[in-house]
């Protein structure tokens, strides 16, 4: 692999900048035997909360000829199964990769105590805020889109523990780069954008969602477009946040779009699903492409885009 | 569902497929791969529980109705 695809985004050194988004990979240990982990700068972990969860009625996964939709309902073992067994199982077996722990909760206090109490664990580098989840104590609204909670949120996390933190963000947020600003204000190392898009598929037969939950995230190639601008606009307004780019990658192409947007790294999802080795078809890709066009350093790529005037 | 995985050891009868289609209509995985990443993505462990894994994937109706099943 050629160094080119070296990235190092808030002190951690990542082989290349292509990851495997959270829901894709589990905790490492599913996907082991299914493909060569090694191959990835490094996968965002399943979600994590203080308690297990089961998620919600199947189906939970449906696909459609623009993507994929999901209702899994945050289903995981819950904070100490994950800090008994996932994460030794990580620290034994993953090497090169670095690994960001998706922490998930319904009130503030659910995400510092994950944070907190798998901060001194080995096995992983730093966390992944999924701030999308309603806020139980404020009626549902998603703690992306109500700043105050937010930034609470965020500061109370970072107090928490001093490994890089990014937020996950909404697609649907009315200013995302406000939203990205609070964070970073509140002590984010970096923002993810985004996580999936309400949607509702029918099943016309039955007349009833086909999803047992009813709605759904929604992800797939038409959420690329929307990663880019989105990245480009944090990236321009906020110079220098590390942005972990999400949506519809499926090739080195696609992926080559979030960089140049402002990208520091990349996340594959639905792409992920459909074939297992995606990801790693993407490092060799981007690795081919840097040499045909003699690029020594991606740094030389990243928010490279030229605006029409 | 026409026709459901099994958890039962597989036998000369056994009529589970060695693959299966999966998140996109092109997309054929072996039946290993695609419940590994259905659990990477719900968090079950297929390997006791098959029969949610058939409703999660869908697969009966699948299968059948691409005549995928021998």
Known sequence: ?309 | MSERLSSQPRATTDRRPSSIVFLGHAHRLRRRTALALLSSLTACDYDTDIDNATVELNVGDKLAAQGAIP
């Open chain 1, 1 to 309: 692999m050629t160094e080119a695809l070296r990235t190092t985004v808030a002190g951690l050194e990542f082989a290349n900048p292509v990851l495997l988004a959270s829901g894709t990979a589990g905790y490492g240990r599913e996907l082991a035997g299914v493909i060569n982990l090694e191959c990835v700068g490094g996968f965002v972990t399943k979600a994590v909360s203080p308690e297990p969860r089961h998620g919600n009625a199947a189906p939970r996964v449906w696909d459609f000829d623009g993507g994929m939709i999901n209702a899994v309902g945050l289903a995981n073992p819950g904070l100490d199964a994950v800090r008994a067994e996932a994460l030794p199982w990580l620290a034994a077996h993953v090497k090169s990769p670095r690994v960001l722990v998706n922490v998930v909760g319904r009130t503030i206090e659910d995400f510092t105590r994950v944070v907190a109490g798998l901060d001194a664990s080995p096995g992983f580098h730093a966390f992944e805020l999924n701030v999308s989840c309603p806020n139980t104590r404020k009626g549902g609204l998603e703690f992306g889109a109500d700043p105050d909670a937010l930034r609470a949120l965020v500061s109370d996390a970072r107090a928490a523990t001093s490994k890089p933190l990014f937020v996950k963000l909404s697609p649907t947020l009315p200013d995302v780069v406000s939203t990205a600003g609070v964070a970073m204000g509140a002590g984010a190392t970096g923002v993810t954008l985004f996580n999936t898009m309400p949607g509702l598929v029918v099943d016309t037969g039955l007349r009833r969602p086909a999803l047992g939950f009813g709605s759904g995230g929604v992800s797939g190639p038409a959420l690329l477009p929307v990663a880019a601008l989105a990245t480009y606009r944090v990236t321009q307004a906020l110079r220098g946040i590390p942005v972990i780019g999400t949506g519809g990658v499926r090739s080195a192409n696609d992926a080559l779009q979030l960089i140049i947007a402002g990208a520091s790294l990349v996340a594959l999802g639905t792409a992920s699903m459909a074939d297992p080795h995606a990801a790693e078809t993407v490092v060799r890709d981007l690795s081919r492409w840097c040499e045909s066009h003699g690029i020594t350093t991606l740094a030389d790529l990243r928010g490279s885009l030229e605006w029409p005037s």
